[in-house]
């Protein structure tokens, strides 16, 4: 049994949504007027005040059940419920190699996502943003106002000592455990005489000078040697006098020969292999 408080507020609610819920729904009802079946299931309802908790309550769960939806998933969740509640590791960016640190080819400086730092002298960058170092050198860490007023720039100094930017017009410094030696040239003087004659207005004179050129010849240093360069070791043989026999398109004799040297070629190739399998 209900307290009377209860009972109350049950009646209350009765009151209120009986009459509209009955008008929404007439199949409920067939055969009577909506006013008239409306009319009927209040005085049914209210028949009889003092009834007892479990009619009351029977009643409004009649009335309200066929209100109420189910919904129903449309597929299944296929376990993305803790999908974005991990923690991945971190991805180890940053810096990895400080100010005046000494690097070689390759070796990775910056690791970033984006372009917060960008490379400058003797550093290029990766895909993924990374700048590495491209000669062996010290790292420096500097703004460079005339290529671009406020990016932030990592490069490579050759002297422990050095400064980055370079002056745009300095020279350009030797790579790192490399010394400017001067050349020695050895010149042999060589004295060439040669008769020139010139004829004069008559025919008649002849003059012989004597011209002195001089020969300079470079002398390798030693741990050197010469080497020839392609176009005049493919010049060889036309300096030599001999040559090649042209290529002729419609000599089929010889094509024919080229073929099955080819074909003998891939038969023997092919016994190979399957001795092979076959072992």
């Known amino acids: 049994m209900l307290q009377p408080r209860l009972r109350a507020s049950f009646r209350v609610l009765e009151r209120a949504f009986a009459p509209s819920l009955l008008s929404a729904h007439q199949p409920a009802f067939r055969g009577v007027p909506s ?3 409306a009319i009927t299931a209040s005085a049914t309802a209210f028949s ?3 009834s007892s908790s479990s009619s009351s309550s029977s009643s409004l769960l009649r009335l309200l059940l066929p209100r109420s939806q189910l919904r129903y998933a449309s597929h299944a969740s296929q376990g993305a419920a803790n999908q974005h509640a991990r923690d991945p590791p971190g991805k180890r960016l940053g810096a990895k190699k400080t100010g005046g640190e000494y690097v070689i080819p390759g070796n990775i400086i910056y690791r970033q996502r984006g372009t917060k730092w960008f490379p400058g002298e003797n550093c290029a960058m990766g895909r993924d943003h990374t700048i590495y170092a491209t000669e ?5 860490y500097y703004l460079d106002p005339e290529r671009h007023p406020k990016r932030k720039y990592i490069g490579v100094c050759f002297e422990k000592d050095g400064t980055l ?3 745009r ?4 410094k030797r790579r790192l455990n490399r010394i400017a030696v001067p050349r020695q040239v050895q010149v042999s003087q060589t004295s060439v005489e040669s008769s020139v004659t010139t004829a004069g207005e008559n025919g008649e004179a002849t003059q012989q000078e004597s011209i ?3 020969k300079t010849e470079l ?3 030693p741990g050197y040697m010469y080497r020839e360069a392609n176009w005049e070791i493919g010049r060889a043989a036309e300096k030599a006098g001999i040559k090649v026999k042209e290529f002729d398109p419609k000599n089929r004799w010889l094509a024919w020969r080229k073929r099955k040297a080819r074909a003998e070629r891939a038969a023997q190739m092919k016994s190979l292999k399957k001795k092979k399998s076959k072992k």
């Open 35 to 37: 006013s008239a079946s």
């Open 48 to 50: 009889s005040p003092s």
């Open 136 to 140: 062996a050198g010290y790292v420096r």
């Open 165 to 167: 930017p370079t002056p």
């Open 169 to 172: 017009n300095a020279p350009t």
């Open 212 to 214: 002195s050129a001089t």
């Open 219 to 221: 002398q390798l240093r």
